[in-house]
């Protein structure tokens, strides 16, 4: 179960076993601290006292903190989670080696997969009622043979010698990508094309919010394998930036953000915003809840089929491990379409 707080003038407390959301002195929520997960706290405005955030360290329960619009602000942990050594040396050894070459070149492949066999996901229902858009989503994904072959091309002693190379493959591809995506979203959402920061326009902030999301339990699955979340491959090392939650959320942009929200807009669903433009508190907290829905859904992985959860846990432990020499090889997340 997850607590999300998104509505400003609430304030999060203990009381008897449980969190306990109030605002203006009334009872908005509350949860069994048996039974939670995580807690989300969105945007500003919001306080939670010290007890709660003892009771949440103590039973091992993240809290995480992300803007309005869906920026990730920080986390806090049981400082028994952060404690780890041996996995965190060996990762910084891989910075230098052949691991680390392999695994920038894994998660580029794993995204490149990913955004591929979405685009054959939602052309699978548009074959005989959109003709001309399933033709264009299925022929953009054949595309993405070129490019991984692109990436399996390089070699290099360091992940520095071909860090530039991968992000020059990974952003052409990501062009094509969002160009066959937007024919799906509907001209009524002026889609520009993507946005990241700063984004105007409703489904680029809708995106934006999920994988903010997203990156809250990517960031937890990293620190739960005994990783450093700062120390990443694929993207440069720079002052607080968590590179490798940026380097492992590449396998699951697609599977559990854009595939759930793609989804919602191309049934109808009204995005709701406020008078400012950003969006309102019943859209954010609709984004969120789609998103860790999602994540509790099952995806063919290792032979079964299992939750998106557990494979994101099961891919930083195979990071860990890769790095750790117990692995001799590490392999993407692919969804299935």
């Known amino acids: 179960m997850e607590l999300i707080v998104d509505e400003r003038g609430s304030f999060i407390g203990k009381h008897q076993g449980r969190l306990r959301v109030t605002k203006d002195n009334e009872r908005q929520k509350e949860v069994p601290i048996m039974h939670l997960r995580q807690v989300i706290i969105a945007g500003g405005g919001i306080a939670i006292s010290s007890d709660a955030i003892r009771a949440c360290s103590e039973e091992g329960i ?86 991984q072959i692109a990436v399996e091309r390089l070699h290099g002693e360091t992940v520095d010698d071909i860090r530039d190379a991968l992000m020059g493959i990974e952003g052409r591809y990501a062009a094509r990508y969002w160009q066959a995506i937007g024919s799906l979203i509907p001209p009524a959402l002026n889609w520009p094309g993507r946005e990241t920061r700063g984004a105007s326009d409703p489904f680029n902030q809708v995106l934006n919010y999920g994988y903010g999301v997203l990156y809250g339990q990517v960031e937890h699955a990293i620190v739960l394998a005994g990783l450093d979340p700062y120390a990443g491959l694929l993207h440069a090392d720079r002052p607080g930036k968590p590179s490798l939650v940026l380097d492992l959320i590449e396998e699951f942009r697609q599977a559990v953000v854009d595939r759930t929200l793609l989804g919602q807009i191309t049934r109808g669903w009204q995005i709701g915003r406020e008078e400012d433009g950003r969006l309102d508190q019943p859209t954010r907290e609709r984004i969120a809840t789609k998103v860790l829905e999602r994540l509790e859904t099952t995806e063919p992985y290792e032979g079964k089929r299992q939750p998106l959860r557990h494979i994101l846990q099961c891919q930083a432990r195979h990071i860990a491990t890769y790095v750790r020499g117990e692995r001799e090889s590490y392999t993407p997340f692919i969804m299935g379409w």
């Open 62 to 147: 993240p809290i995480h903190f992300i803007s309005s619009n869906g920026t990730p602000q920080a986390s806090l942990y049981s400082a028994g989670l952060t404690g780890t050594v041996l996995t965190r040396r060996a990762q910084l050894r891989a910075y230098d080696g052949p691991a680390g070459v392999a695994l920038a070149r894994a998660f580029t492949l794993g995204k490149l997969g990913n955004q591929a066999n979405l685009l054959r996901y939602v052309a699978k229902n548009r074959k005989g009622t959109a003709p001309e858009i399933y033709e264009l989503l299925m022929a953009t994904a054949a595309e993405v043979v070129d490019y």
